[in-house]
C-alpha cells in the first residue's frame, strides 16, 4: 500500500464523458445516463483498499441520503485486475451486494478514464454541478485508517449542501489520499 494523494483536478473542468459496463447490472452506462440535473458524485474506488474499505459503510449511506436529494453516484474501479485480481467485476459485484451500494458500480479496464479524470489514488471524490462542471474534489472527509478521526463524510457533504442551496463551493479543499490506482504496466 503507497499512500497517495489526489491530483486535485482543476476546479470547473468539465467532466470527462465515458461509456463503462457496470459490475453490478452487467449494463454499458455512460455518464450522460447517469449523471443528474442537480449534481453528480463521481468516486474512484476499489475493492481491496483499506482506505475505501475504511469509509464504505458510511459512504453508501452518505450516498443515499443525497440520492434522496437527486444527487446521482457514480464509483468507477479503474485497477489492473491482472495484478489485482481482487478487484475484477466479479468480486466487484459481490462488494457492491454485501455494502448495498445504491449506485452503479463501473469498472475501467483501459483505466482511460481514470487517466481523463486526473485520479491518482482510491477513494478520490469529485463533485459536478447541473453542469458537469467541477466544483469539488479531494476527500471524504479527514478520517483514515489508524488516525482515529470520525468518519463523517463531511468535506464530500459540505460540498454538496452548498451546491443544493446554490451556494458556491469553498476553495478550501483537501486532497484525499489512499491506495494509488493499480496502473498496467506499461510494455
Known sequence: MSLTPSNMMPLGTVAPDFSLSDSITGKT?????????????VMFICNHCPFVK????????????????????????????????????EHMKIIAEQHGYTFPYLFDKTQNVAKSYIAACTPD????????QCVYRGQFDDARPGNQNPITGKD???????VLLGNPVSDDQKPSQGCNIKWKEVA
Do not use: C, H, W
Open 125 to 132: 471524490f469529485y463533485v459536478f454541478d447541473k453542469n458537469l
Open 54 to 89: 475504511y469509509l464504505q459503510n458510511e459512504m453508501v449511506n452518505i450516498a443515499k441520503k443525497y440520492q434522496d436529494r437527486g444527487v446521482s453516484f457514480i464509483a468507477i474501479n479503474s485497477n489492473d485486475v491482472e495484478s489485482y485480481p481482487d478487484d475484477d467485476p
Open 156 to 162: 464530500l457533504t459540505g460540498a454538496l449542501d452548498a
Open 29 to 41: 452506462m455512460s455518464l450522460n445516463d447517469l449523471k443528474s440535473d442537480v449534481a453528480t458524485v
